[in-house]
């Protein structure tokens, strides 16, 4: 059974940086991503990180901005935010289920393993 748990959210203005972590515990290879959910809205992918190759993929909203990495030496995964945007308002959940692949999906559906979600505000 895969664990995950996030941290480093907050409340920053316009223009902001953020890092969030989420700290895995398991073992296996997996697909890890990162999810956000604004009140109201659905749940929508962010940006994946493939357990083959590293590969990485990013919603049109948050690419040049964000970045998706992980340190496999510490069992964290990363999500560095900056040029925050009112937006970008949300709780962040950190995602993750079982493959081995090059690539990861979107859906929410697939992913079976789900932290408790962090909040970031962001104002303008």
């Known amino acids: 059974q895969l664990q995950l748990v996030e941290s480093g959210g907050g409340s920053v203005q316009a223009g902001g940086s953020l890092r969030l972590s989420c700290a895995t515990s398991g073992y296996g290879s997996f697909c890890l991503a990162w999810f956000r959910q604004d009140s109201g809205k659905e749940r929508e992918v962010v940006a994946t990180?493939?357990?083959?190759?590293?590969?990485?993929s990013y919603a049109d909203a948050v690419k040049g901005r964000f970045t998706i990495s992980r340190d496999n030496a510490k069992n964290f995964l990363y999500l560095q935010m900056n040029g925050l945007k009112p937006e970008d308002t949300g709780i962040y959940y950190c995602?993750?289920?079982?493959?081995?692949?090059?690539?990861?999906?979107?859906?929410?559906?697939?992913?079976?393993?789900w932290g408790q979600g962090t909040q970031v505000t962001v104002s303008s």
């Open positions: 995602a993750a289920y079982r493959e081995y692949s090059v690539r990861c999906g979107n859906n929410a559906n697939i992913y079976r393993h």
């Open positions: 990180l493939a357990p083959i190759g590293g590969n990485t």
